[in-house]
C-alpha cells in the first residue's frame, strides 16, 4: 500500500459531494467538430482540468497533470477541448510529442485536416466574433499570436532538435520567453523508464530525457505539461510517487465497457489450420457486412491478421490471395459442417435465409478480398498510400477489407471498423505464480492492447432515440445486429493459451469477471390471471414537432431582460473631469434600453459576426421565420440592462452599441439552443395489452470484481440475507426470479413486507421488473426511459373499477443527481398525463390513474415510503 490519496481520488470526492462544475464553456463546444460531442466521462475530465487550473488552492505551478484513459474512448477530442480552453486563457503555443512516427502523421491528420472525416475542431474556429486559425508551426516564431500554433514532433526528435540545432528547428530559447503547453500522447513510453531497476543505458537515456522535459517545463512558471495514456503502472512504487499529485482523471476500458461504449470481446478458438481460420474470419466479416446491409447501416467490416514477424505475415499473406482467388464450394462446406453451434453456425442460417448460395458467396468473397482491397504492412512494406489508408478505413471511399500485419498497428491505430483478429501464431511467453495468478509476457500484453483497439465501437442507429455510441443489444442475444457489437479474437484450439489470454482481459476490464446468460421466465400461474388476460399497460409516444408548434424568439425572449456590462473608462474620464469638475458623472449606473434603441443596421451587423444568426442556422431552430428582417424586428423588442459609467451612457458610441449586441446575442443563442428540441414525449398514454409486452426474456449479465455484489444474483440465493426471497412463491412478482442490483433487491423486499397492506385495500397487486420491455418518452425533449419497475393496483367499488399505474425508478445514491431529470419526468406524469383510451376500456366504468414517486433508494426509503402511503391510502407508518 503506497502513501498518500492520489489526485484523481479527491476529485472523485469532490465529484460526488457536487462541487465541481460540469458546464463546458460554449467556445469549447461550438468550437469541437459537431459530430464529436463530449460524452460524460469526458466532461468529467475537462471540468476538472478547468477547476485545477482555476479554484486548486494546491495547484502547483508550472501545472502538470496525466490523464489515464482506456484506449479508444476519445483522449485526443480531449486533447482538442483542453487546447480550446487554454487558448481562452491566454495560450497559444502547443509542442505535441509522442513514440512514433505513424502517431504523429495521424495525429496531424486529426488536427490539422478539415477534410479529415477525424478532424476534431469545426469549420471555422472563432473566439469572440473573430476567426482563429489552427496553425503547425516548425517553431513558434513562425507563429501568429492570434492563432493556435501547434509544433508536432516524436521525442527523440524533440531531444535532437533542441541538442543539435538546425535552422528553424525548435530551441530551448523558445521555451523561455514564450507561455508553452507540452502535450504528451501515448505517455507511458516516458514512464517506460520509471522503474526501480534500469541499466547504464536506460539511466541515461531517462536523466537525457526527463532532463529535457523538466527544462523546457520549469523554463517558465506559466508553462503547462498535459500526458495522456492508456497504460500506466500505478502498482509500481516509483510510478505512483511520481503521479501521485498528476494524475487527474482515471477512466479503465472495465468502465469503458460497463459504460457501453465498447463492442463486446469474444474468443472464437478453433482446431484448424491458419487458411481455414482465416476463411472463417472472412465469412463472419461478411455475415457481418449483410446483416448491416439488410438494416440499412452503412458498414464495410475490417479483418486483421496478425503474424508473429514479417517472413510469416508475407508467406501468410501469400496464402491468402492463393487460396481466396481459388475459393470451392467444397472449402466453404467443410467449415459449415464443423461450425454447429458457433457464431458461424448462425451466419451459414442467414446466407440460406435470404438466398445467398455458395455460388454466390464465393463470388462476393473473390470481389470483397481482392488484393487491391487487401494490405501487406510491416516495416518493410509501408508507405504514405498505405498510411493514409490505414487511417481512413472508415470512409465510404475506402475499400480496404484485410490487413496483415506483425506490430506495426498495436499502438497508435484509431479504428472503429475492425471487428476480426486473426491470430495465425501458436506462441505464449506468459507465467502462472504459485498463488495462482498470471504474469503476462510481452506477447500477451500486445494483444491485449491490440484487442483494446479493436474494441472500440462502430456508431450505428436503428431507432430515433438510440445512442449511436453505444451498445443496444446487451439483453437481446438472439438480435441478429449483436454481431455489429462484438468483435471476435480468432486463435488456434489452445486451452492453456485461451486461459492465460482470458485472465489478462479480465484484468483489464475488457472481459467482465463473469458472464451469465439467464433466462427470465413468466411464472405460469401469472397467465391464468385477468391482470395478464384483459390487463394494459399505458405508453406515450415520441413524436417530431410540428414546425407550427415550435417556439418562436418572442416566445423565448418574452418578458426576458438581459444584463451587459461595459468597460467605463475611468483612467481617462477621470483626468477629464478634473477639469470640468463633473465627477457625479464617475457613477457606476444601470440603464434598461431595448435593442432597438441601437437601430437596425447596429443589429444586423452584431448578427454578420456571429455565425450562429446566419440565416440558415436560424431556420433550423424557427422554422416558420420568413426572413433575417422579420429576426431583427424581434429582436429590436428584447431588452438589455447596461451597466458603467454615467458618462459612458450618455455618449454611447457606435462601437459602444456594437459591443452590447454582440453580447446579448451571446447570451441569447444559448437560451435558443437551450430551448430547442426536435422531439417530445406525447401527454398521452395509450393502452397496451400486457401479455403484448411481457416476455420471456434472456438475460447477458456481466459480473464485475468490484461491482455490485448482489447483481446477478437470484433473490432466492442472495449473498445478503437481508435481500433473500422465494420470488417463485410470490403471485404478485410477474417473473420467477429477479437479478437485479442489491437496491433492487430491496425495492422488492420492501414491496414484499407491504403486500398484506396492499392487498387489505387493493384486490389485485402485480409487480412487473422491466427487463428492456418498454420505454416511456420526456415530455420535454422526447428523451427515452425505461423505468426499472411497474406496481399494478386494482380496486373495486359497486359501479366502477379503479386501475393504478405507478413507474418506479430504483437509483443508486451515485446516480441520482445525474438522473434528476428522470425523477422530473415521473412526477409531471401525474400531472400532465391524458390517457387515450378508446371507447371499449372506457365505457365499461373503468377508470385508470396514472402515478409517480420519488426515485426509491434505501437511504431514502423513508420518504419513499411516506409517499407511497399517501398515495394509496395506506395507514401512515409510525417511524418512532
Known sequence: MYRGQKLSQEYDILSKLGYLKKDVPDYVVDNLNPKFKLRPYQVEALARFIHYFEENPLKKKPVHLLFNMATGSGKTLLMAANILYLYAKGYRNFLFFVNSVNIIEKTKNNFMNPASTKYLFNTKVKFNDREVIIREVSNFDDGNEDDINISFTTIQGLYTQLNCSKENGITFEDFREKKIVLISDEAHHINAWTRTKLSKLEESMKNTWEYVVRQILYS???????????????????????????????????????????????VLQADLENWERMLQAVILSQYRRKVAERHKVRLKPVILFKSKNIKQSKENFELFRKKIDSLTEADIEKLRASSSGTVLDKAFTFFKEEGISYDNLIVELKEDFAEEKCILLDSENIDKDKQIKLNTLEDENNEIRAIFAVKMLDEGWDVLNLFDIVRLYDTRDGKWTKDGRYIPGNTTL????????????????????????????????????????????????NPRYIRELTATLKESGLLPYEEKQILLKIKPEIKETDFWKEGVLFLNRKIKLDEDKVRNLEDIILNKVYECKLAAELVKENALFQESDNKDLLEIVTKKFSLGDFGSTVIRKAMVKLEFYKFSNLKKYFPMLSSSLEFID????????????????????????????????????????????????????????????????ILKINVEMDGDKEFGIPMSTAKNEKYRLNLKEKIWYVYEENYGTSEEKAFVKFINDIIDELRDVYEEVFLLRNAGLFKI????????????????????????????????????????????????????????????????????????????????????????????????????????
Not at 436503428?462 to 446487451?474: A, G, Q, S, T, V
Not at 401527454?683 to 401479455?691: A, K, R, T
Not at 438522473?819 to 372506457?842: P, T
Request: glycine share 4%; net charge positive.
Open 220 to 266: 517558465n512558471p506559466e508553462n503547462v505539461l498535459l500526458e495522456y495514456t492508456a497504460t500506466i503502472d500505478m502498482e509500481n512504487p516509483a510510478i505512483y510517487e511520481k503521479y501521485k499529485d498528476k494524475i487527474i482523471f482515471e477512466y479503465d476500458l472495465r468502465q469503458f465497457r460497463i459504460d457501453g461504449y465498447s463492442k463486446e470481446v469474444k
Open 446 to 493: 500486445a494483444e491485449r492492447q491490440l484487442i483494446g483497439r479493436g474494441a472500440r465501437y462502430y456508431p450505428f442507429k436503428i431507432n430515433d432515440d438510440d445512442d449511436p455510441f453505444k451498445r443496444k443489444f446487451d439483453n437481446q442475444p438472439d438480435n441478429p445486429l449483436r454481431i455489429l457489437e462484438e468483435l471476435y479474437y480468432h486463435s488456434k484450439y
Open 634 to 697: 424581434s429582436l429590436r423588442k428584447l431588452n438589455v440592462l447596461v451597466t458603467t459609467s454615467k458618462y459612458k451612457l450618455a455618449n454611447l458610441s457606435p462601437n459602444d452599441k456594437l459591443k452590447i449586441c454582440l453580447n446579448v446575442l451571446a447570451q441569447l443563442q444559448d437560451e435558443i439552443q437551450k430551448n430547442y428540441v426536435e422531439y417530445r414525449g406525447t401527454y398521452e398514454f395509450y393502452p397496451v395489452p400486457i401479455s403484448k409486452v411481457v416476455k420471456d426474456k
Open 777 to 880: 418518452y420526456n415530455f420535454l425533449d422526447g428523451k427515452a426511459l425505461e423505468p426499472d419497475f411497474v406496481l399494478f393496483l386494482k380496486k373495486s367499488s359497486s359501479n366502477r373499477e379503479e386501475y393504478y399505474q405507478l413507474f418506479v425508478e430504483v437509483k443508486g445514491s451515485h446516480l441520482m443527481q445525474k438522473d434528476s431529470w428522470k425523477e422530473n419526468f415521473l412526477r409531471e406524469i401525474e400531472e400532465r398525463y391524458r390517457i387515450d383510451a378508446g371507447d371499449s376500456l372506457l365505457e365499461s366504468n373503468r377508470v385508470f390513474k396514472l402515478m409517480a414517486l420519488p426515485f426509491y433508494n434505501e437511504s431514502t426509503r423513508v420518504e419513499f415510503e411516506n409517499t407511497l402511503r399517501r398515495k394509496l391510502g395506506l395507514s401512515k407508518k409510525n417511524n418512532n
